[in-house]
């Protein structure tokens, strides 16, 4: 039971009449509001073909947000739920569902109407099938395309042969597959690639989707940096090297939303706490690096400057022992 359905759920079992503010929860119920009782339904069911070889899959997405704690707007007086309602944006009156159309804007303020059929007369029908086009190197593809992750796994006992055909294959290959799938009457292009015993799908941007990196990096200039300054840039990075574990990931903002609601579902006050000012001495890494390198330097400058002494005191020995011997050659 999730966070809301158990809020839904104790909020039929207050006294009728009750306002929000006085409700009080017991901490078990929200104790259960971290577990999960229903495994994920399968989101898209058909078959997977590469050639002649075909099996029966489904797909699971493989991200939730069932998790995330949501918010409603509600009347304080009454603590019921508001509901929304579509308004004509000039002259503020109700529009029913009847009258409700899509429009899509040429100019600010001026739209062409689409009927629902003109928009189903353009659909893609769906064959419930993913065609494998082709199968691609795994580091060729730019991770700006991928989009959405999916579990695909096999339906029912009789294609798991197959499945595992297609996927062990693609796991001497090393490559990803591109096929196609309709979902939600749009063509996608998505990706597959072994993941454990299963598939995962990842569906793939459009070209048209991405922004050119260039409008955004293309004023970026690139000064001239010493050998010593990229050499302790390295180091630096090389101190903070690990590897990707998402389990040290942590959502604080979502921790602190659950303490919170559990608190005030349990009657408890809520402590605030004061936020921290941000340090002013923000410290530029350029001056950090040049600064690190003058401490680098400076030993080897001292060390420099002590033997040029000493070279210089030898010298001069050397000088004195030869005109000494010449007096005494003299005398």
Partial sequence: MDLHTSLQSTMRQRPLGTKTRNIRWSSENWLKTLEIGMAARAYWKGSLKLSLVTCPVQLYPATTAAEKT?????????GNRLKQQMVDSETGDVVEGD??????????????????????????????????????????IDKRYLNHPYYIAPDGKAGVDAFAVIRDAMKDSDRVALAR?????????????????????????????????????????????TKDMIELASHILDTKAAHF????????YETALKTLVRRKAAGKPVKTVEREERPSNVINLMDALKQSLKGRRAPAKRTSS???????HRRSARKAHRSAARHRKAG
């Fill in 181 to 225: 799938i309709v979902l939600t009457n749009r063509e996608h292009i998505i990706a597959i690639e072994p993941l454990g015993n299963g598939l995962l799908g990842t569906t793939l941007r459009y070209p048209y989707e991405l922004r050119d990196e260039e409008d955004y990096f293309d004023g970026i200039r690139s000064p001239k940096l």
């Fill in 99 to 140: 009258l409700k159309a899509r429009g899509y804007e040429l100019r600010k303020g001026e739209y062409v109407e689409v009927e629902k059929e003109e928009l189903e007369a353009v659909q893609i029908e769906s064959n419930h099938t993913i065609d494998i086009d082709s199968f691609v190197p795994k580091d060729e």
């Fill in 70 to 78: 949501r918010f409603h707007l509600i009347n304080k007086e009454t």
């Fill in 306 to 312: 002590s033997a040029r002494h000493r070279t210089s």
């Fill in 245 to 252: 574990d998402p389990s040290k990931f942590k959502d604080e």
